[in-house]
């Protein structure tokens, strides 16, 4: 019997682009559910021009092992490993967060930061691989991660038990490509203080009274952030949320998320941010974070902040 082929998506390289998935009826009988982790050092550019190539590399593969050590030992497999991160499986959502909380673990043993995204969902496995949407789903929550970040999405959180779901709280609904409906994403905590998340009450008065929106623009682009869209993702990549035409910006170049009535971007680039609110002087921001403020202009890579050039998006908050 001929069946058509289903698209790989978890790539040796580790790729984070989403792209399309083939479906066949007759593959769904292979189909397991899985949960998905994929981890990456942060900033490893960097960190190979701070300490020098060979260093750098001894301390990747040193870092590596420690993660395939970390992913076998609660409970899972690695799937692939390459350049500066690995993809691993594991049968259930507890196991998946328990390596990720072992692997934050280990950090500052290495000077490093990781990025963790974790989704639970139907794959295929062939070949030494896996394929499926679902690893297309969990690479979006990785690169969306900030350094030393875990994001998981509801489908691991509605699995998790008590004590691994109390280190959870919603995070943002990220809008992903190829998808009709954001997908809800969720903070998975290194630790229980109470000081570094907000509780349900408190999650719930927000999300009564918060009434802020924030427009982006840029080239035919619009988008509006709110409760209902509360993390974008800006740079060169395909998959991100606004995606910038300009070789001055970085492909992750920027990220910007709505929290306690306020928009908080953060940059994450080479050639730095630059933002404009009024009549105000640009101010520059490099690996920093600063809240949008009224309407203005947010440059990646340029200082001259001019509407009509093509690394200028334009915002404007208001109230709903």
């Not at 550019?45 to 190979?48: D, G, I, Q, V």
């Given at each position: 019997?001929?069946?058509?082929?289903?698209?790989?998506?978890?790539?040796s390289?580790?790729?984070?682009?989403?792209?399309?998935?083939?479906?066949?009826?007759?593959?769904?009988?292979?189909?397991?559910?899985?949960?998905?982790?994929?981890?990456?050092?942060?900033?490893s550019?960097?960190?190979?021009e701070?300490?020098?190539?060979?260093?750098?590399?001894?301390?990747?593969?040193?870092?590596?092992?420690?993660?395939?050590?970390?992913?076998?030992?609660?409970?899972?497999?690695?799937?692939?490993?390459?350049?500066?991160?690995?993809?691993?499986?594991?049968?259930?959502?507890?196991?998946?967060?328990?390596?990720?909380?072992?692997?934050?673990?280990?950090?500052?043993?290495?000077?490093?930061?990781?990025?963790?995204?974790?989704?639970?969902?139907?794959?295929?496995?062939?070949?030494?691989?896996?394929?499926?949407?679902?690893?297309n789903?969990?690479?979006?929550?990785?690169?969306?991660?900030?350094?030393?970040?875990?994001?998981?999405?509801?489908?691991?959180?509605?699995?998790?038990?008590?004590?691994?779901?109390?280190?959870?709280r919603?995070?943002?609904n990220?809008?992903?490509?190829?998808k009709?409906?954001?997908?809800r994403?969720?903070?998975?905590?290194?630790?229980?203080?109470?000081?570094?998340?907000?509780?349900?009450?408190?999650?719930?008065?927000?999300?009564?009274?918060?009434?802020?929106?924030?427009?982006?623009?840029?080239?035919?682009?619009?988008?509006?952030?709110s409760?209902?869209?509360t993390?974008?993702?800006?740079?060169?990549?395909?998959?991100?949320?606004?995606?910038?035409?300009?070789?001055?910006?970085?492909?992750?170049?920027?990220?910007?998320?709505?929290?306690?009535?306020?928009?908080?971007?953060?940059?994450?680039?080479?050639?730095?941010?630059?933002?404009?609110?009024?009549g105000?002087?640009?101010?520059?921001?490099?690996?920093?974070?600063?809240?949008?403020?009224?309407?203005?202009?947010?440059?990646?890579?340029?200082?001259?902040?001019?509407?009509?050039?093509?690394?200028?998006?334009?915002?404007?908050?208001?109230?709903?």
């Open positions: 019997m001929h069946t058509t082929p289903l698209k790989k998506v978890c790539y390289s580790l790729q984070t682009a989403v792209l399309p998935v083939r479906t066949d009826p007759a593959l769904s009988a292979l189909e397991k559910p899985l949960a998905l982790l994929f981890v990456d050092i942060a900033d550019t960097m960190l190979y701070r300490i020098g190539n060979v260093t750098a590399a001894i301390l990747t593969q040193k870092v590596l092992a420690h993660l395939r050590r970390l992913v076998e030992t609660t409970g899972g497999g690695v799937v692939k490993s390459s350049g500066d991160g690995l993809l691993g499986a594991f049968p259930s959502a507890d196991d998946s967060a328990r390596a990720a909380l072992a692997m934050m673990a280990i950090q500052e043993e290495y000077g490093i930061r990781l990025r963790i995204g974790i989704h639970f969902g139907p794959v295929i496995e062939g070949a030494g691989d896996l394929y499926g949407d679902a690893c789903v969990a690479a979006r929550a990785q690169q969306i991660a900030r350094p030393g970040e875990i994001l998981a999405t509801e489908a691991v959180v509605q699995l998790l038990s008590p004590a691994l779901l109390a280190r959870s919603i995070l943002s990220v809008a992903m490509k190829g009709a409906t954001p997908i994403v969720h903070q998975i905590r290194t630790s229980n203080d109470a000081d570094e998340s907000l509780d349900s009450t408190t999650l719930g008065v927000f999300a009564a009274t918060a009434m802020v929106t924030l427009h982006l623009s840029y080239r035919g682009q619009a988008i509006l952030m409760r209902a869209l993390r974008v993702t800006i740079g060169r990549e395909d998959s991100s949320g606004l995606r910038i035409v300009s070789r001055q910006a970085s492909r992750q170049h920027a990220v910007i998320d709505f929290s306690r009535e306020s928009f908080l971007l953060t940059d994450h680039s080479t050639n730095g941010t630059f933002i404009r609110s009024g105000s002087p640009p101010v520059a921001l490099r690996r920093d974070s600063t809240k949008l403020v009224g309407s203005g202009l947010i440059g990646f890579g340029a200082e001259a902040l001019d509407e009509a050039q093509d690394h200028v998006v334009a915002f404007r908050g208001e109230l709903a």
